[in-house]
């Protein structure tokens, strides 16, 4: 059997700074925030969700977003992108437009998740996100949308991927650049993965990036990455620490950790441009801010020393 | 691109009750191992590794082997296997010859970890391991041979595929009916695991058993174990919790998890035979046993549910 081929290049978009401090139970204090965001911009890291632009008093973690979007230092190259739900969203962000590069916007597949969620039904979130999209892609920002659910859904379960499909063309069509799909409780499979990243880049075609969200809820996040890249699919979001999703019960995993997934390409000769050292030393330095062990693999073994000098 | 294949049914050997028990640092009770295995053997696993007869006083977590042996009560339909380190371990085991079905011999690929491990050379090792199992086959036992750093070594480095292939053929030859392939310390990769069972399918032919043994030390024992199947692979070793390999540093995980091995390939399709609900009872017991948390992710999150009803 011949093997299935793979990217010589991957995009890792760096979410932990809004995805994991989201869902952390304390709030993470703003200079520790910054402090961060800098090391990790520093790591070699093209593009990093720096935090999202949502009411305080639902997200009271991220209430310091435009804090942190003013006083990070990050250097050129590395995109900053910010998270924002909707219109409101978009102002307050679009007041500090000369300190980001893009905006991501979100919904879900399913409709009982979205409604969880955003308190509304998917039709409206499209409408509002068509909005959304048109005013930040005026605003020059690159967008990205991300699909929440498109691999399963714990109100729902299965979720069609016929629908998923068609709810990332929409995108599309309204302005989105990027489509990212959320296996956002951890229902993916491989074979399913697979299958379904070799269907969406027929159906959205070559101009359009397709981008794969995994969380490590069942340790099933690095074979779900193997799977969308077997598919062609070269761009992924990953979080230092293993940090977001939702961290109870205690022990329960996020996204797949960054250091995992970089040491995994780079272990197969894939490209990052990401120093695996440097987003460890991150690493390292988030779980001192927490406070608390940290679900990443490579964070507690290290990584893979060929020097034979153990 | 066409998916690559994947094998309709999985054999999965349960290792734990060896593999992880011999790894803890406090002796687990004969009879909560006793009770834990008979659990095992109700799950629809049809092979377990219950023991190891080593000596007591190097290895004192399974100084009770003959009486684990004695005492455990295993359905007709599960096979028993235990380890056996050289003739002494085999001479003691084959005093209970009518209470096992299989052996399993080992040894390491890389000289210096060989050395560490068993105090000779691989050399050395081949010699004693082909009488053995020369009388292990007598006996009417079916026999598994275990190459250690398969697929690197942490005081060589890079260990070579031919050598690891020169010393399979070299057991086949002496008897072995079953070669399993140890990333002892977790420096395996998906791409190089994948061409690994390719070759190693090519070299040894269809009458012997290839089984891959993962550690999940850098979070990718699952996309290991998938590269395994897509390359032709049906044979796993696993161990209930996460138990298994070096449980130092806190947090560093063991073998690849029996419950997050048997969820992926369910959720794939793959048929096992074994009850995943009734392993993650037996998980749960061990967690408790232990006193302390595991590394098994599907142990914490639940099993997926497609039933929609979150």
């Not at 005013?135 to 990205?144: D, W």
């Not at 109870?248 to 960054?258: I, M, Q, S, W």
């Amino acid at each position: 059997m011949s093997a299935p081929s793979l990217p010589g290049r991957v995009l890792v978009r760096e979410v932990g700074p809004r995805d994991g401090f989201q869902n952390e139970p304390e709030v993470v204090p703003t200079d520790d925030k910054v402090r961060l965001i800098d090391a990790l911009a520093r790591t070699g890291l093209r593009r990093i969700e720096v935090t999202s632009f949502v009411r305080a008093d639902v997200i009271p973690q991220l209430a310091d977003a435009a804090e942190v979007l003013r006083r990070i230092d990050v250097p050129d190259g590395v995109a900053v992108s910010v998270l924002v739900p909707n219109e409101r969203g978009l102002d307050a962000a679009l007041a500090l437009r000369d300190r980001f590069d893009e905006v991501s916007v979100f919904l879900s597949a399913s409709e009982t998740h979205n409604r969880h969620n955003v308190n509304r039904s998917v039709e409206a979130s499209l409408d509002g996100l068509q909005r959304v999209l048109g005013r930040a892609r005026e605003a020059g920002l690159r967008c990205e949308a991300v699909i929440s659910t498109a691999f399963g859904c714990p109100y729902e379960g299965a979720v069609d991927e016929d629908r998923v499909l068609d709810i990332a063309r929409r995108l599309v069509a309204d302005g989105a650049q990027e489509i990212g799909f959320g296996d956002t409780t951890g229902m993916a499979n491989p074979l399913g993965v697979g299958r379904f990243f070799t269907r969406a880049a027929q159906a959205l075609g070559d101009d359009v990036q397709l981008t794969a969200h995994f969380h490590n809820t069942r340790g099933q996040g690095l074979a779900n990455v193997l799977a969308a890249l077997q598919a062609g699919c070269a761009s992924l979001e990953s979080s230092f620490g293993e940090l977001g999703g939702c961290p109870f019960p205690p022990g329960a995993t996020g996204n797949v950790a960054t250091e995992d997934v970089v040491s995994m390409l780079h272990e197969m000769g894939i490209e990052t441009g990401v120093d695996l050292a440097a987003v460890l030393e991150a690493a390292r330095a988030v779980r001192d801010v927490l406070g608390r062990p940290l679900g990443s693999h490579t964070l507690t073994a290290g990584p893979v020393d060929w020097s034979g000098t153990a």
